[in-house]
Structure formats: C-alpha cells, structure tokens
C-alpha cells in the first residue's frame, strides 16, 4: 500500500503498487479486483485510475456503518506500507465498442468504475463523454478535481440533492432524451439509484444500456419462499448427485463435497463462481449475468433450481 488519502466524507482512496515496483497485470476501464482482508473477508472493489497506468490499482472504499463489516474493515486496517492481496483485475462493465456518445451516471460511490471509463475515452476522439454524479453534497463527491480535468468543460455535472432524491438529477427526462442512435449509457450506484436508472431506459435499444452493482439488489421475496425444498445437482463428469438443501448454496454443498469451486463476493455481483449447466431449469439471482449467458451459464453462489435435478459442466 504506498498511499491512502481521504477523498470526501467517508471516503478514502487506496493507491496498490508492486512491492518490488514491476507492472502490474493490465486492466480495462470497469474492471474490478478481489481484496483480501483480515479474518478472511473478501470484497471486490473498482479500479477508478486509468487503465494505460499500469504502475498502480487505485480504489476508493466509502466506510458503511451499516454494511456487512467489508469497508470498516479497509478504513480501519489497511495503513502504508501494508501488504495486501489482491486478485488480477476482472471486467463485467466494459465500455463498448463503437458508441458515438457515452453518458455515465454514477451514484455515490458508483463514481469509481466510471472514473475509470472517463480516463479511457479521455483519449478517444470517436466518442463524446458526458457525466452526471449524483450525490448529497459536494464534500459526498470524490475525486472532482480530477474529474473536471478529464471531461470537456459543460459535459461534467454535479447533481446535489441534499438527501431528497427529488430534488437531484431527473433521471428518466435526461435518459427520454438521449436515446438516439449510437448513444450508450453506463449507471453504477446504491439500490435506489440503479432502480431509477432501469427504469428510465427500459426503452433504449438493446446492448446500449450497461450497469454495474456494487451492492446485491433486496430480494422481494425470500429465497425459501420462491423455491420450497431443496434440489439435487449432478456432475456431468462423474455422475455423482449432491443434494442442495433450501439453507445452503449450491457453492456450499460442492465445497463441502470437496469438488474444486472459486467463490469470491457470494452474492451474484463478481461471476467468479459462473459455471455451465447441461440441463435442468435455473433460478438466477445473480446481477451479473445477461439474458444470452443465462442460458448456458449460472453464479453458484446465489443462483438456485426450479427443477430437481441440475446438470452441472464440472
């Protein structure tokens, strides 16, 4: 760890070198990395520098009192100095290619994979970029300096809405009017934000609409409920039958079974666990997956049966 600097109220950046100054594994903007921290716990975090810096990983962790013990974890731990594992970076949020227009929205703390986004097509002449950051009050944005000197001088704003969403950004008139051929948007933020953003561009055409969640959406029903019982899964190399009861995640039993899994967020936010079935009928609860990789693929530390029996490619 070389740098920690504070960024806005409860918001702190880390800057990750190489201990002995080489490269770092290369990165697009979006990209996110696993880091490891004490006791075992493991949070995914954004990479919000530029992608040509291959010097360095920085992210930016806001410390939530409310959450699951990940971000207090990093604001109270992680010093200069420390040494700190990380995995290679991974990209669910690339930017697309070919866009004649690029708007990203970012909530909060959803500002750092477009940062990111904002240092890549700073050197791009085929597409405009236009961001719009949403949040309570200017010392709520991070990084603002730096962002003014990447966007164009009219394309960067700042939406401050003093804690009352109704008085922030009208996202469903700014998205009603952008959709025009070649424009691609790209939103990251809590749950109420990426909610209003699906909302607004339900209409756009598809692949043009591209989002990244940080934080699992609130399931509306209870697992339990939607799926009584458990179910069974096969592997297709050995044909052994698991049974995965109602309490445990299809992740959990392979584990305990000792069949080699990755897992990383548990939660359907990083794909690190996407594994292939052959057959049967698939819950997904993941945020991670689209329609076309859903038909092939499933996150199996979220994702759960309709069928008895599920047919896993392991």
Known sequence: MRQVRYEG?????????????????????GAHIDVHLENGIVRQYSLCNSPGDRRRYVIAVLRDEKGRGGSKAVHEHLKVQDRVRVSCPRNHFELAEGA?????????????????????LAGRDDAGCELHYCARDAQSAAFTE????????????????????????????????EAQDGTHV???GPAGFM????DASADWPKGTV??????????????DERTPGGFTVEIASTGERLRVPVDQSIADVLKAAGVPVQTSCEAGLC???????????????????DGDDQQNFLTICVSRAKSELLVLDL
């Open 9 to 29: 109220r409860n918001i702190q950046s880390y800057e990750l070198v190489d201990p002995e100054g080489r490269d770092l594994p290369p990165f697009t903007a």
């Open 100 to 120: 004649r227009k690029v708007i990203l929205i970012a909530g909060g703390i959803g500002v750092t994979p477009l940062k990111s986004m904002a240092h890549q």
């Open 146 to 177: 730096e962002l003014a000197s990447l966007i164009e001088p009219g394309r960067l704003h700042f939406h401050f809405d003093g804690g009352d969403p109704a008085k922030g950004l009208d996202i469903a008139q700014l998205l009603r009017n």
């Open 186 to 188: 790209y939103y990251c």
């Open 195 to 198: 909610r209003a953003c699906a």
């Open 210 to 223: 591209h989002c990244e969640h940080f934080k699992a959406p609130e399931r509306a029903v209870p697992r």
């Open 271 to 289: 794909a690190t666990c996407k594994v292939r079935y052959l057959s049967g009928e698939v819950e997904h609860q993941d945020c991670i997956l």
